[in-house]
């Protein structure tokens, strides 16, 4: 890693003086990153974490090229490839991104970079950047809204027999990447992906009135072939680890696939427990024990009661919203917990921030109940707009929500709904493509982080208002 910007080149001087000038908003959040260095050595810090040696080897990215990379790739919404192109291919990206007039390197190289960032780091970094509005009074805090969305993992429609076949040859592919490495090769492992895919393919051309007679005996066939996999997998790994006579590389690469044979046997288990008490034994599963993604396991399934959408797989991610549009506080939940569990959290942060209660918090009805009114009125609160959820209506709450200042507020918490939808089309949050909890959440809050430098530098460049000249 670099630990030092490279010198610029007499190239990079001649393209400063042909006035060749960033966009508005990048220009803005290049200004606010080089004035804010505690970001720069955050990220500094996690690409020098595990390294005994830092400061030695061959130079790769420093820290504002991995940060400005970042930031860039989620306000253009583009994939490592089209990233690098693109600033290769721009002179103006190339200076947003420290890059200049030297190669910038290939895509998978901006994925090791942003592999070592932790979602700590983005926390750090959000908390950093909405201080530094409030240090330039651009964020009061008087005003909060907040909600929940979900955004999604990146798996196909899980359902038992496609799992059970995920399993199946997942756990064939990596014994046969295991067959090649090793010297005398594997014995004793059956190749049942035909098998099994048949099986699969059989259950889910299934007419309603057909599941009735065949389902249970074709799951049954699909149960025996996934445990003899599995069995036979575990058997080929126990053999391997006996010794066969290997180079060092080859041992290194033989134990990381005899690791992932265990890891995906663990989980094939897994389906094949839910699956035989589900469909054989009748038994309703909760959705805390089921698995529904062998890739993805860290995927919870969310009810939210949307009409268009009924499940949702991914996971619940909380909002919290300013009146400026800068987003204060998010977190990724655990399963599927209620919204009125995230009131007090909510307070306590904004009072960490700002220093004061809102005078405002606006919510929609999950985030209703007696005791978060009482205690949003006891934290300083003026204006409690949260609209009660079923039940009777007293006189007093009846005469509440039909005040002007209650439906006020309940247009300003609308607008959160119009924040969600930017984070999902403008800053891909809809979908996270990327493998592993952690990366999930590293993911969650990069996408954050660019909606709340996006917010600054709008306000940054926006037209002071002129008074209107008297007719």
Not at 278 to 300: C, I, N, W
Request: with cysteine; proline share 5%.
């Amino acid at each position: 890693m670099r630990a030092t910007p490279p010198q610029r080149t007499f190239a990079d001087l001649e393209f400063r003086h042909q006035g060749i000038h960033l966009d508005p908003a990048l220009q803005a959040i290049s200004e606010l990153l080089d004035q804010h260095g505690e970001t720069i050595e955050l990220v500094r810090q996690d690409l020098q974490r595990g390294l005994k040696k830092p400061h030695t080897g061959r130079s790769g990215m420093d820290a504002p090229q991995v940060l400005r990379s970042l930031i860039l790739m989620r306000v253009k919404n583009w994939d490592y490839r089209e990233l690098r192109e693109r600033i290769a291919d721009g002179y103006t990206l190339r200076h947003f991104t420290r890059f200049h007039s030297r190669p910038v390197p290939q895509h998978d190289a901006f994925n090791r970079a942003f592999l070592r960032l932790t979602p700590q780091t983005l926390e750090l970094l959000n908390g950093a950047v909405v201080q530094a509005a409030v240090d330039l009074g651009i964020e009061d805090g008087k005003k909060l809204r907040v909600d929940t969305t979900v955004v999604e993992t990146n798996i196909h429609y899980p359902n038992d027999a496609s799992l059970l076949w995920d399993g199946v040859r997942v756990i064939t592919r990596l014994v046969g990447d295991l067959h090649e490495k090793l010297p005398h090769g594997v014995s004793g492992f059956t190749n049942r992906t035909r098998c099994a895919r048949r099986r699969m393919q059989e259950i889910q051309r299934l007419t309603p009135q057909q599941r009735q007679d065949q389902q249970v005996p074709k799951y049954r066939q699909l149960l025996r072939v996934t445990e003899q996999v599995v069995a036979n997998a575990r058997q080929v790994v126990q053999k391997t680890q006996g010794g066969q006579a290997v180079d060092l590389l080859d041992s290194l690469v033989i134990d990381q696939l005899c690791k992932q044979i265990q890891h995906f046997c663990q989980l094939a288990d897994r389906v094949v427990d839910q699956t035989r008490r589900r469909v054989l034994q009748g038994e309703q599963v909760p959705s805390q024990q089921k698995v529904y993604s062998l890739f993805e396991p860290h995927t919870d399934l969310i009810k939210r009661g949307k009409a268009h959408k009924p499940v949702e797989f991914g996971h619940k991610v909380f909002l919290a919203e300013s009146a400026q549009g800068l987003i204060t506080d998010y977190r990724v939940l655990d399963g599927n917990p209620s919204d009125e569990d995230q009131v007090p959290a909510s307070l306590e942060q904004h009072q960490q921030t700002f220093g004061h209660p809102p005078e405002l918090y606006g919510g929609d009805r999950g985030f209703y109940s007696k005791e978060n009114v009482k205690g949003c009125e006891q934290a300083g609160v003026t204006d409690v707009c949260i609209p009660q959820r079923g039940g009777t209506k007293t006189a007093e709450q009846k005469l509440h929500e039909k005040s002007p200042a209650f439906r006020k507020g309940q247009r300003f918490r609308a607008g959160i709904e119009g924040r969600i939808s930017v984070l999902f089309r403008g800053r891909g949050m809809k979908r996270c493509l990327a493998e592993g909890r952690q990366r999930f959440e590293v993911f969650v809050g990069a996408a954050v982080l660019t909606n709340n430098l996006l917010r600054i530098a709008a306000l940054l460049n926006k037209p002071s208002a002129r008074p209107r000249r008297a007719a």
